[in-house]
Every structure is written in structure tokens, then in C-alpha cells.
């Protein structure tokens, strides 16, 4: 009796560790299924960041970059870039067309792309850090904390255009502003995730104010609402009625 009841004894106690192992078990799977979804979350909300303080961080070294090309090309133009613009004029001293010229914006696209591609590829080899406490967004932790590096390369090469923009200014004035634009793409790498971060940069590198010839007078078309030059329009003449005399017959 007491051989059976011993056992039953070894078989329960076998059971019950049998039964912690399990249990143990499903908890330490449970306690990395946790672990890995709390990473993840913290991720996905912090990626946003992340590439937001990233684009800010390229796009204002690619703007130094930028200006350091427009100095080089202003130094090589005595320091005018509205050279920029050539006004053409006839023998009235009237406008007779406005244009970039060429060798001008030569100059400023191999410069400017130059530059901008030697910073971007140094970027390669110089990972930017961004600290917990920017990611965080605090501004009393902002310089403290481990730093979360952040890889970039650029994808391709910068495209540079000048874009002119016009701008009324007055009677028969108007404003012509060369824009320079500075197009590229950067491949950033932050933890757990790989994306790609287009930049746009517009910068205003030349303006010239054309004043063309005064007219004698300006008259207001309500109908198409816009200013034209040319003759007023008369005023509406009234209808004249006339009577009909009656017959005194």
C-alpha cells in the first residue's frame, strides 16, 4: 500500500514540473512577443521623427552647399549676379526682350551640382547622430542620451534648373526674379527601416525690375477685370425720345 501511494506521489510531482516547464514556457515566448511588439510601436511612431529631423539635417547642408557655389559663381562675376539677366532695348531706349544668359547659368549649374554632390557624398562616410532626446522631442534632454545613427547616400545626381518667376509691380512695371532650384533624392537608412527622402530647394539668385513705356492713360475694364491700355470706353448714351407732335387738325 505504501509502494502504490509513493507512486502516486513520484507521478504528481512529475506532472507538476512538467506542467511549470509548459507554463514557463508560454511566458517567456509571451514575454518576447512583448518585447518585439513594444519595439516595433516605438519604431513606427518614431520613424516619422526621425525622418523629418534627417531631411532637415541634409537639406541644410545641401543649402551651405549651395550658397558656397553661388558665392564661387558671384566671385567670378565681380560680385553682380543680376548679370544674370540680359535686358536687350532698341534705339528708343525701349525693352525689346529679357533673357537668361547662358553662360551665366552654365557657370551656375556645374558649380552649384559640384558642390552639392561633394557634400552629399560625404555624407557617406559621416553617418548624422540624432540624439533620444530630439527624437523625443525635449527640449531639457535634447543634447542628452544614446545616439541613434542614421546612414544616407545620395540616389543619382542633383538637378538644378532656374526657374524665372514675374511679378507685377505696377503700371507697366514688373519684377523678373531668376529662382534656382535644386533638386535630389537621398537613400536614409534608420534602425529597422530603409526609405527614400526626396529635397527640394528654392533660392532666389538674381531680380531685375523692367519698366517698360508709360502710357498716357490706363482705363479699368470691369468686364474682364484687369487693366488695359488703350482708348476709355465712351459712356453710355442716354436714348433720346422724341414726341409726336399732334395734329391740330
Known amino acids: 500500500m505504501s509502494f502504490r501511494h509513493s507512486k502516486f506521489r513520484k507521478k504528481s510531482s512529475s506532472f507538476r514540473i512538467r506542467r511549470r516547464g509548459r507554463v514557463g514556457f508560454v511566458l517567456f515566448f509571451f514575454l518576447i512577443g512583448v518585447v518585439f511588439y513594444s519595439v516595433w510601436s516605438m519604431e513606427r511612431s518614431l520613424e516619422p521623427i526621425l525622418l523629418v529631423i534627417a531631411k532637415a539635417e541634409v537639406k541644410k547642408i545641401a543649402q ?48 552649384i551640382t559640384t558642390k552639392i554632390q561633394e557634400e552629399l557624398k560625404n555624407l557617406q562616410n559621416k553617418p548624422i547622430d540624432i540624439s533620444v532626446g530630439q527624437v523625443l522631442q525635449s527640449n531639457v534632454f535634447a543634447e542628452y542620451g544614446p545616439d541613434i545613427p542614421i546612414d544616407m547616400w545620395p540616389k543619382g545626381s542633383a538637378k538644378v534648373s532656374i526657374i524665372p518667376k514675374m511679378e507685377s509691380k505696377g503700371i507697366n ?74 395734329d391740330p387738325n
Not at 559663381?73 to 549676379?81: A, M, Q
Open 64 to 111: 551651405d552647399a549651395m550658397l558656397e557655389g553661388i558665392r564661387e559663381v558671384e566671385h567670378s562675376l565681380g560680385g553682380d549676379l543680376n548679370k544674370t539677366i540680359n535686358i536687350e532695348r532698341d534705339n528708343q531706349g525701349n525693352i525689346t526682350f529679357v533673357q537668361v544668359n547662358s553662360q551665366v547659368q552654365a557657370q551656375i549649374y556645374e558649380r
Open 173 to 246: 512695371m514688373v519684377m523678373i526674379t531668376l529662382q534656382l532650384k535644386v533638386q535630389f533624392e537621398m537613400g536614409v537608412v534608420i534602425p529597422f527601416s530603409e526609405n527614400s527622402l526626396p529635397v527640394d530647394i528654392d533660392y532666389p539668385i538674381a531680380q531685375a525690375m523692367v519698366v517698360g513705356e508709360v502710357p498716357q492713360y490706363y482705363f479699368y475694364n470691369d468686364h474682364q477685370g484687369a487693366i488695359q491700355k488703350g482708348v476709355p470706353p465712351l459712356p453710355p448714351i442716354p436714348a433720346i425720345q422724341q414726341q409726336e407732335k399732334k
